[in-house]
């Protein structure tokens, strides 16, 4: 019987698509619609708990994945979040599926909204975990956000638990035993992002914050049944935001974690995967 993979084991596997060769892992039980990851800023495969992804794993396939210029993926890293979006569906197109589930995570969930607007038929289920809509809330960001997220060529542990967690004592041992985990893997790890990645990135946030039309009223066009999460005090993109999202896509269910900023999918991971899994499983999600 062959060995069952995991976060720590999935061998890291390429798959060119006009001229990209992308990074991706694969792995996971039982049969369905497969669930694929996206990313927070300057963040590559290594970056997932493995506590999420082994958690989701359990019951269906899991799919992490480099968009264009990230981490061990060639290309240049696209300067909006609908071109990044446009290259994850590519990729999901080249691997032969015609339908995923979508986990979007901090800027990923940006990604994911737009997927979700430009190919409705290719999502079936969406979670946006710590982001927000075009033209989003501002007031409560930290002020030295940026600077932080960006003051080393390698995030360290000081700069996630600042802007991933509450300075509660509570908030910052999750944050480092999250750190703990992250590192678990030790072979066919993950290259750190580029300088062109994080300048694309942030780029892809400024043209963001401008909005499309009547502010947040191209929420409302997504069809897929949405979970939003996050955690109650997000320094990084308010949590305001998160009932913004709740309350303008129509298949929306909100849930805020207590005592967890940014990072609350990984403070509370076993919390997090259990309403996940049943989000994603019902027939219907919320019946």
Request: glycine share 10%.
């Given at each position: 019987?062959?060995?069952v ?46 506590a ?5 794993a359990?019951?269906r396939e899991?799919?992490?994945f ?7 993926s ?11 979006a446009?290259?994850a569906?590519g990729?999901v ?26 190919n409705?038929?290719?999502v ?22 940026i ?51 994080m300048?694309?990135q ?21 069809t897929?049944?949405?979970l939003?999460v996050?955690?109650r ?19 929306a ?9 940014h ?8 919390l997090f995967?259990?309403?996940?899994a ?10």
């Amino acid at each position: 019987m062959a060995d069952v993979l995991t976060h720590v084991t999935a061998p890291t596997r390429y798959l060119e698509v006009n001229g990209i060769r992308y990074a991706y892992r694969r792995f996971g039980a039982g049969g369905g619609t497969p669930l694929l990851f996206l990313q927070h800023f300057r963040g590559g495969l290594d970056h997932w708990d493995p506590a999420v992804t082994d958690g989701l794993a359990a019951n269906r396939e899991v799919i992490l994945f480099n968009n264009a210029g990230v981490a061990s993926s060639s290309g240049e890293t696209p300067e909006t979040f609908a071109a990044m979006a446009d290259r994850a569906a590519g990729f999901v197109g080249a691997l032969g599926l015609e339908q995923v589930d979508v986990l979007g995570l901090s800027m990923g969930g940006a990604v994911a909204q737009e997927l979700a607007l430009r190919n409705p038929q290719l999502v079936r289920r969406l979670i946006i975990a710590g982001f927000r809509p075009r033209a989003g809330e501002v007031e409560g960001t930290a002020p030295d956000m940026i600077d932080v997220a960006t003051r080393h060529e390698v995030p360290t542990l000081e700069d996630f638990l600042y802007l991933f967690f509450e300075p509660s004592e509570t908030s910052q041992a999750a944050g480092r035993a999250f750190w703990e985990r992250r590192h678990a893997r030790t072979v066919d790890v993950d290259p750190p992002t580029s300088r062109q990645t994080m300048l694309a990135q942030l780029a892809a946030a400024g043209e963001w914050a401008e909005p499309h039309g009547e502010r947040y009223s191209e929420l409302a066009r997504i069809t897929a049944p949405t979970l939003v999460v996050n955690g109650r005090r997000d320094i990084m993109i308010p949590t305001v935001n998160s009932y913004v999202l709740a309350q303008h896509i129509p298949g929306a269910q909100l849930v805020i974690y207590p005592d967890s900023g940014h990072g609350s999918i990984f403070q509370y991971p076993e919390l997090f995967v259990s309403q996940a899994a049943r989000f994603l499983d019902a027939e219907r999600p919320f019946g």
